[in-house]
């Protein structure tokens, strides 16, 4: 996904012509790849959503058992029931306690509650130990190389190879599968190369399907403030040909309240409301899931953008 950021002065000639902090990565699984015409950095919207933090409280409910991981300001609910993946950062099961130092992993693209503290139920959960093990969770390509370009599985015999179903897996199976990489030691190189102790498949997290297009007519878009309009002329990307504008400022003009989520916003007003969040092209419409053709990303330090169509949404 190519972003580029066009300058103001450059804006009215560029109109004529047409109408998701994220890790550096090769364009991989249908991801998304950004690059920044000021920076010349490629990015990524994350495959899954890191959470660390120590775990401070523990409640234990009917089906799940709530821990809330704290790191800093930052609070996060991390949720578990009995079929979580839960290991130490050696591939040894673990069992979550109070004081734990832990890194959860949720698939991002998974639907998530608007709700503060943020709720993850993540594919894996990481206990980190004094023991010097490192551990990666990623997309893997048919060589066995992560998103980023960072690390490479040399998968040998000592190699273990699970999945999170329980299934039989060999070494074919591991391309192009979402992976729990368990590892000690690596090359200097670029990517760093490995023979992981462990490797775990994900193969809970479901292929995706293609989108259904509507083939009804585009209605004609609903005229735009003229206020709205200067904010869309002077801040906007493009980014694969879809024109991306700043949420806050725009939803605000148009007399929504806006509210911050740590991954996204909250636009209301009156009995409509819309749940955005970065990384994830689907967003809540009142009760209902809705879908952006690009999805919603943190272009600039502070603003969220989102396609231009969702001023039209919002117009409506």
């Given at each position: 996904?190519?972003?580029?950021?066009?300058?103001?002065?450059?804006?009215?000639?560029?109109?004529?012509?047409?109408?998701?902090?994220?890790p550096t990565a090769s364009?991989?699984?249908?991801?998304?790849?950004?690059?920044?015409?000021?920076?010349?950095?490629?990015?990524?919207?994350?495959?899954?959503?890191?959470?660390?933090?120590?775990?401070?409280?523990?409640?234990?409910?009917?089906?799940?058992?709530?821990?809330?991981?704290?790191?800093?300001?930052?609070?996060?609910?991390?949720?578990?029931?009995?079929?979580?993946?839960?290991?130490?950062?050696?591939?040894?099961?673990?069992?979550?306690?109070?004081?734990?130092?832990?890194?959860?992993?949720?698939?991002?693209?998974?639907?998530?509650?608007?709700?503060?503290?943020?709720?993850?139920?993540?594919?894996?959960?990481?206990?980190?130990?004094?023991?010097?093990?490192?551990?990666?969770?990623?997309?893997?390509?048919?060589?066995?190389?992560?998103?980023?370009?960072?690390?490479?599985?040399?998968?040998?015999?000592?190699?273990?190879l699970a999945s999170a179903?329980?299934?039989?897996?060999?070494?074919?199976?591991?391309?192009?599968?979402?992976?729990?990489?368990?590892?000690?030691?690596?090359?200097?190189?670029?990517?760093?190369?490995?023979?992981?102790?462990?490797?775990?498949?994900?193969?809970?997290?479901?292929?995706?399907?293609?989108?259904?297009?509507?083939?009804?007519?585009?209605?004609?878009?609903?005229?735009?403030?003229?206020?709205?309009?200067?904010?869309?002329?002077?801040?906007?990307?493009?980014?694969?040909?879809?024109?991306?504008?700043?949420?806050?400022?725009?939803?605000?003009?148009?007399?929504?309240?806006?509210?911050?989520?740590?991954?996204?916003?909250?636009?209301?007003?009156?009995?409509?409301?819309?749940?955005?969040?970065?990384?994830?092209?689907?967003?809540?419409?009142?009760?209902?899931?809705?879908?952006?053709?690009?999805?919603?990303?943190?272009?600039?330090?502070?603003?969220?953008?989102?396609?231009?169509?969702?001023?039209?949404?919002?117009?409506?």
């Open positions: 996904m190519k972003m580029t950021k066009v300058v103001p002065f450059a804006m009215s000639a560029l109109l004529l012509g047409g109408a998701i902090g994220a364009a991989n699984e249908g991801e998304a790849t950004v690059i920044n015409a000021e920076t010349s950095e490629q990015q990524v919207q994350p495959i899954f959503i890191k959470v660390t933090g120590t775990v401070e409280n523990v409640e234990v409910r009917e089906n799940a058992t709530y821990y809330t991981v704290v790191d800093g300001d930052n609070t996060n609910i991390v949720i578990a029931n009995k079929d979580s993946l839960v290991f130490d950062n050696m591939g040894k099961e673990a069992k979550l306690q109070k004081g734990d130092k832990v890194s959860a992993y949720s698939y991002a693209k998974k639907p998530m509650l608007a709700i503060y503290p943020p709720q993850y139920n993540p594919e894996v959960i990481i206990v980190e130990t004094e023991e010097m093990g490192s551990v990666e969770v990623d997309f893997f390509n048919k060589d066995l190389v992560d998103t980023e370009n960072n690390l490479k599985l040399n998968v040998g015999e000592d190699t273990k179903t329980g299934k039989a897996v060999k070494v074919d199976d591991l391309k192009e599968q979402h992976l729990v990489v368990f590892y000690t030691i690596a090359t200097m190189s670029i990517p760093a190369q490995t023979p992981p102790s462990k490797v775990i498949v994900l193969d809970t997290i479901e292929k995706e399907e293609p989108v259904e297009v509507d083939p009804a007519p585009t209605p004609e878009p609903a005229p735009v403030d003229s206020a709205v309009q200067e904010i869309i002329n002077k801040d906007f990307y493009e980014v694969d040909g879809t024109k991306m504008v700043p949420l806050r400022l725009i939803a605000e003009k148009l007399g929504f309240k806006v509210e911050v989520t740590p991954k996204g916003a909250i636009v209301s007003k009156g009995a409509l409301s819309y749940t955005i969040t970065r990384g994830q092209k689907e967003y809540g419409y009142n009760k209902a899931l809705r879908q952006f053709k690009v999805a919603p990303a943190l272009l600039e330090s502070g603003k969220t953008y989102v396609p231009v169509e969702f001023v039209e949404e919002l117009t409506k």
